[in-house]
């Protein structure tokens, strides 16, 4: 019982059913056409002599085109045929019904002929130039013969497949037939997409450097590009445009990118001068891709030799295919890095194209993308270009680095040079300096001294009635000297360092305050840096602590006077300290200029200048030491 209800279910399912692919009679009703038939009671006929018309092809020898395999090619040896097509088709409606008929993938070129009661044949006009759908007018209660004829794209991967569709039909038949059991064409946009963003990328590269790798690279692309974006866009497509593309215009892409690869390749190595034997092997190649493009251009348009424009293609790409081995072997021999790059991308691209130029020669029909030859070498195209980005990217990494070193290199010698003119410029600085302190010590110290001499003689022959002038004269010549001999100190080159400052100014204010009822203390910390100080902060730190001593002989009316040299803070603190009266903060007046300009010495030698009261007055001077110079001249 289950199986008799089975049974009959399956005979209403089957007669509801669309079945439009088959028809049983020998006239196609197109009023009975839903959205399209595939014409398989048509007759076929092969005028492989060449010499068939119109007028002679009625009797000839028609076949069924049921006697040829429809999921194999078509053979090579039609592709350069006119081929013929018979069929019946009719009109029961009362009503004209438009319809298009195609004949198959890849047609360059279709004549239909409608043949009339008397015999004669009518041309209609070919509408096939676009994308190979011709329309067909049907009168109402209308049933005749048609013959087309048509010639196939030179192109292998070619199939026979007439069909009517209804015109309404016609925009989803055409995207169901894109898209139909394939996913070539969304890969091929894929693959075109990132095509283009690296065409962009070097591109943009190209126009912000100027190096010509990145020219052939983005030229190579753009080739690849267009290779595979119009393979794609013409996907299944018949037409004027789509056979001149598959026929001519895909090879001259392919050729010529490889001719730009070879330039970048060059270029990228500079092979002309790293790999001399390589860089000869790359220009014959292209010297013969040049004379292949001339030879196959010939071929294509003055001739109809579709088996020696094959052999031309295949030709080539074997050549390739043992460039690419040969690249291959020599980077893998030289073990350079950017070699490597491209071996590796150009592996890729071999790899792939051996599976692709594998199922073209063994005429796999295409199924599905895994049996599309050229899904194949799309894939290998775009992985080899990611790894050219790769390499160039590195590449420009690397000349960066160097590029960077160079500079700095330059900055260091310009620096050093600049040095150099400064250390010269001081070195001759401090050669006048010694040169003038030599002098005025020479010269001008002894004709104070002498002064100072003359003076102290003139006062012991006077005797007790003692001239003020005199007096004055020689306070004034000792007190010149003591000045002329603290700026020959500070001048001379060779006092330039900590220790001879402390030791001048140790030295100064013992010699000052003594006979004058101070008692002045020296404290010195042990751990004193050995750096270098020059003349003038010498000189400033000087007049600061011959002024602090002057005002506390005048003013402070001190017993004691301490001055300490501590190391504290990140740097050194010098202390002045006595116990007398104070400083008057409200009566400043009293020490008149002396004060600011103690301030202003220490702020142009960075130094921190305070004075406070703290059992009398305390000056404190402190500046803070660069660690890189104490490092260096503690470990001198």
Known sequence: MNRIFFTVFLLLLTGLCKAQTLHDSSTIDVAGVKEFVEIYNAQIFVDMPGT???????????????????????????????????????????????????????????????????????????????????????????EGVFIVKLFFTKRVYNSLE????????????????????????????????????????????????????????????????????????????????????????????LLTGTVFYIAFTRKFLDTQSNYPVLDKIFVTVEKVLFLILAWFTFIVLFTNNFALQEMVKNGMKIMVLALGIIYIGSAFKQKNKLMLYLAIGNAILIFFSLISFTIILLHYKRSNIFTDAMAYYEVGVVCELVFFLIGLTYKNRIELIEKTKDGEALKLEAEKQLYESRLTVLNAQQDERNRISADMHDDLGAGVTAIRLYSELAKKRIGKDTVPEIEKISASANELLNNMN???????????????????????????????????????????????????????????????????????????????????????????????????????????????????????????????????????????????????????
């Open 162 to 253: 007439p069909t009517i569709i209804q015109a309404a039909y016609l925009n989803k038949y055409q995207v169901l037939k894109y898209f139909k059991n394939d996913g070539q064409p969304i890969l091929g946009f894929i693959l075109s997409g990132i095509m283009l963003m690296m065409i962009f990328f070097t591109g943009a590269n190209y126009i912000q450097s100027k190096k010509k790798e990145f020219l052939y690279n983005c030229c190579y692309s753009l080739c690849m590009f267009g290779l595979v974006f119009l393979n794609t866009f013409l996907e299944k497509k018949g037409g004027m445009l789509s056979s001149l593309f598959h026929e001519y215009l895909d090879f001259v892409l």
């Open 486 to 636: 603290a700026i020959i100190w500070t001048m001379s080159s060779s006092n330039d360092s900590l220790d001879n400052m402390i030791a001048y100014i140790r030295s100064y204010a013992l010699e000052y305050f003594e006979g004058t009822g101070i008692n002045c203390q020296i404290k010195l910390a042990e751990d004193l840096p050995h750096i270098p100080v020059s003349g003038q902060l010498r000189r400033n730190i000087y007049m600061v602590v011959k002024e602090a001593l002057n005002n506390i002989l005048k003013h402070s009316k001190a017993t004691q006077v301490t001055l300490t040299l501590n190391k504290e803070d990140g740097g050194l603190s010098l202390y002045i300290h006595d116990n007398g009266t104070g400083i008057d903060f409200d009566k400043l007046r009293r020490f008149g200029n002396g004060l600011i300009n103690m301030k202003k010495r220490m702020e142009a030698a960075q130094i921190i200048f305070t004075i406070e009261n703290k059992n009398g007055t305390l000056i404190k001077l402190h500046r803070t030491l660069v660690r890189k110079v104490v490092h260096q001249t503690v470990h001198r």
């Open 52 to 142: 068939a018309t119109p007028a002679s092809v009625l009797p000839a020898p028609w076949q069924p085109l049921s006697n040829f395999d429809s999921s194999k090619y078509i053979p090579n040896k039609w592709i350069t045929k006119a081929t013929y097509l018979k069929f019946r088709l009719a009109n029961s409606d009362t009503i004209t019904k438009k319809i298009y008929f195609i004949a198959g993938y890849y047609i360059r070129k279709i004549e239909i002929l409608r043949v009339l009661p008397s015999g004669q044949l009518l041309k209609l006009k070919d509408e096939t130039a676009f994308d190979g759908y011709q329309p067909i007018e049907l009168p109402a209660k209308y």
